[in-house]
C-alpha cells in the first residue's frame, strides 16, 4: 500500500512537472511568434496566435526532451534545468564516419587566414577573414586558385563574404557578400559566371541551393519587404518573397544568423534575436520552429543552435559548456568531444567546425602539433593514443600551410550516445 502511493505521488508529480514545462513553452513560443505563411501583406497569417496548440508528449528518454505540437509542426524542447551537472566524453566517431588529414599545398598564393571552411567530395572551399578572395583547394589539398576578387567591378565583391555554397554536380560556387545586392555566381575553375541582383538589400545572407532553387535569409530591417527570397537560379527571376516576421525584425547590424547545410533536404537557421532553431520549408514556403531550449527566468544565457543530422543537435551555451541533444532516445547531456581517430585529442564543436555534412578543423601545423605534444604529456594517454599521435607528429612540418582534419557527418544516430 505505501509503495503504491509512492508510486502515485511520483507519477503525480511527473505529470505536474510536464504541466509546468508545457505552460513553460508555450509562454517563450508566444514570445517568440514564430509561424508565419508567405501571403499578400494584408493576409500574413499569425497561426502561433490563432491556431496554438501544444501538446506535451511524454518525455520518456530522461526527461529533458519534450515534444511539441505548434499550429501541426513539431518541435523539440529541452529543458536546461534537467540536465545533470556531469560532462560525458562523447568520442567523434559517435557522429562522424571517418576522419582524415589533408595538407594544403604551400606557396605563397595559397597562404590565408581562415573564418569559415567549407568542405564538399571534391573541394575545400575557404571563406577568408576580412576583405579577402575566397580560396579553392581540392580534397588532395591542391590550390586551385582564388574565386573572385576584392573591389567594385563586375564580378567582385567589396566587402567580406557571409556565406558560400559550392555546387559541385554543376561546377559552381555561389558567394553572398556581408552587405550587398548581389549574389555572385563563378564557375570551379574560378571564371565568373553571372549575378543574380536581390529583390533588395540584403544584410548578412545565408544561402540554401534545392531543384534549382536559390533560397536566401538575412537580417531584416524594419522597411524590408523581404525576410527570404527564393529566386531561380537560371534566370535569376524572384520566384517567392515571405515578409519578415515581426519578432526577426533587426534595428541595426549586430546579431548573426548561422545556418549549418548538414542535411541536404533541410535549410536550418539561426536567428540570434531569437531563441529558436527554424527550418525553412522550401515547398511550401514556410518558416517552421523545430528546436529550443528552456530555462530559469531568472537568467538568460547565451546560447548557439546547431543541427548535426535528424537525430541529433548541439547546443552552446556560453558560460556552461556544450549540450548535445539526441532526439531519437529523447535525452541531453554536457559533452566535451574527442578526436578518437587521432588519439583522443580535444575536438572543437563550435558550429564552425560543423557544417555542410562533415566536421571539419582548419589548423596551421604548429598549433596542431602543439597540441599533439599535449595531449601526449597527459596522464590518460594511452599507448595506443601515443603510437597514432606520434606517427601524426612525424608528418607535420613547421612554416607550411594549413592542415585540415575531415570528418563526415553521420546521417542518423544508431547507438544510444549517453
Not at 158 to 183: C, G, H, T, V, W
Request: charged share 20%.
Amino acid at each position: 500500500m505505501q509503495a503504491d502511493e509512492s508510486a502515485d505521488g511520483k507519477s503525480s508529480e511527473r505529470k505536474e512537472k510536464e504541466i509546468q514545462f508545457s505552460k513553460q513553452v508555450i509562454i517563450l513560443y508566444i514570445n517568440n511568434l514564430t509561424n508565419f505563411r508567405i501571403m499578400k501583406s494584408s493576409e500574413i497569417f499569425l497561426s502561433a496566435v490563432i491556431v496554438f496548440f501544444v501538446c506535451a508528449c511524454s518525455p520518456k528518454g530522461d526527461g529533458s526532451v519534450t515534444i511539441v505540437d505548434v499550429g501541426g509542426s513539431s518541435m523539440a524542447v529541452f529543458s536546461l534545468n534537467e540536465l545533470k551537472s556531469d560532462t560525458i566524453t562523447l568520442p567523434l566517431s559517435s557522429f562522424v564516419e571517418d576522419c582524415s588529414l589533408v595538407q594544403l599545398e604551400t606557396n605563397d598564393d595559397a597562404f590565408f587566414r581562415p573564418w569559415f571552411t567549407t568542405v564538399t567530395d571534391k573541394y575545400i572551399g575557404i571563406r577568408q577573414q576580412g576583405s579577402r578572395p575566397y580560396m579553392l583547394f581540392s580534397r588532395a589539398g591542391k590550390f586551385l586558385g582564388t574565386i573572385g576578387s576584392v573591389g567594385q567591378g563586375p564580378g567582385e565583391y567589396a566587402i567580406s563574404l557571409y556565406d558560400d555554397i559550392i555546387d559541385e554536380q554543376n561546377e559552381l560556387i555561389y558567394l553572398a557578400p556581408f552587405f550587398s545586392d548581389k549574389i555572385l555566381v563563378y564557375r570551379t575553375s574560378g571564371e565568373y559566371v553571372k549575378t543574380i541582383s536581390t529583390a533588395q538589400r540584403m544584410m548578412k545572407p545565408k544561402l540554401f541551393l534545392s531543384d534549382d532553387i536559390l533560397t536566401v535569409p538575412h537580417m531584416p530591417l524594419s522597411d524590408d519587404k523581404a525576410m527570404v527570397v527564393q529566386y531561380n537560379v537560371s534566370t535569376g527571376e524572384v520566384l517567392n518573397q515571405l515578409p519578415p516576421p515581426s519578432h526577426l525584425i533587426v534595428q541595426s547590424a549586430e546579431g548573426e544568423i548561422f545556418n549549418t547545410r548538414n542535411t541536404s533536404a533541410i535549410f536550418d537557421f539561426v536567428h540570434t534575436g531569437s531563441d529558436t532553431l527554424y527550418h525553412f520549408d522550401v515547398k511550401n514556403k514556410k518558416i517552421l520552429p523545430v528546436f529550443m531550449m528552456t530555462f530559469n527566468s531568472s537568467e538568460k544565457p547565451y546560447k548557439q543552435y546547431f543541427q548535426l543530422n535528424k537525430d541529433l543537435f548541439f547546443t552552446n551555451v556560453f558560460g556552461r559548456g556544450l549540450v548535445a541533444t539526441d532526439l531519437k532516445n529523447k535525452t541531453s547531456s554536457y559533452i566535451k568531444v574527442v578526436n578518437d581517430y587521432y588519439g583522443n585529442m580535444p575536438a572543437p564543436t563550435y558550429i564552425v567546425q560543423l557544417r555542410n555534412g562533415y566536421w571539419v578543423h582548419n589548423i596551421q601545423p604548429e598549433q596542431l602539433m602543439d597540441d599533439i605534444k599535449n595531449r601526449l604529456s597527459q596522464s590518460n594517454c594511452t599507448e595506443k593514443d601515443k603510437q597514432v599521435l606520434q606517427k601524426l607528429l612525424s608528418t607535420l612540418k613547421e612554416n607550411t600551410n594549413n592542415v585540415v582534419l575531415i570528418g563526415k557527418l553521420k546521417s542518423e544516430i544508431k547507438t544510444k550516445l549517453f
